[in-house]
């Protein structure tokens, strides 16, 4: 019995310490989810909003705590009306988000094959739409498509998207490192001051990453533009070079310190070689 009081009162000296450790990594969470949204944009309203009652409870001003508690309960409802598709969109995540799995990062050499067959499509003016997940499971978009479980290479790419197929017209997943599925129908955007030049494949890579935190490569059938989605935004008309990049950053974005980053381990200069003879066997010298 007494290792089991050494237990007990080690326990208690741990226990504050792990209090706080689990109530700050709960915060950190929440703020790492909650600042990726518009949602923060709420945030920031009712904290000015308590702010100001904070002010008027401390200088005694009673007229203005009677306004505020009067409209207290309507400004409630009305930013949970304002802020709806936000708070459905935080609710989706929630469910979806998998907070202990480790980020599944692409290698260099799949990125750029990936980019490769992007560029050779926007050559042919031939529409591409290619999904990464990060930390949000999107096994639910893989199932509306067909599953592959393929090895990543340009010439699949581009015989999956260069003909009128069917797989052409949905999207396809890279995920842990292979192609997943192909042929996936994404949910489309829901902003109102997109484009009217941007087709259905833009609208559907901005709605796929106003949902989950993937990061979408999309060419453009109509102008051959390589361009990425990423948390609501649209990178346009990229190069080949700043396509590579931005991927590399974005799908880089929020590794865990200590986390070893398989980029470190590749031979840039080879991946581009392999990348550029993956091109000529297809193109042709």
Known sequence: MEWLQRLNAFYDIIRPVLDVAILAFLFYQAYEFLVKTQAMQMLKGAGFLALVYALAVLFKLTTLQWILNILAPGLFIAGAIVFQPELRKIILRLGQSELFRPNTKPRLGHLEAVVTAAEILSQERRGVLVVFPRRVNLRHIIETGTRLNAEISSGLIVAIFEFDGPLHDGAMV????????????????????????????????????????????????????????????????????????????????????????????????????????????????
């Open 174 to 285: 890279i995920q842990h490192g292979r192609i997943a599925a192909a042929g996936c129908f994404l949910p489309l955007s829901e902003q109102q001051d997109i484009k009217k030049s941007f087709g259905t494949r833009h609208r559907a890579s901005l709605g796929m990453s106003e949902q989950s935190d993937a990061v979408i490569l999309v060419v453009s059938e109509e102008t051959g533009a390589i361009s990425i989605a990423f948390d609501g935004k649209l990178y346009y008309d990229l190069s080949s070079g700043e396509a590579t990049q931005k991927l590399r950053e974005l799908l880089e974005h929020g590794v865990r310190s200590g986390e070893p980053e398989q980029q470190h381990e590749i031979d840039p200069s080879a991946e581009v070689s392999q990348a550029e003879a993956e091109k000529e066997a297809i193109l042709g010298p």
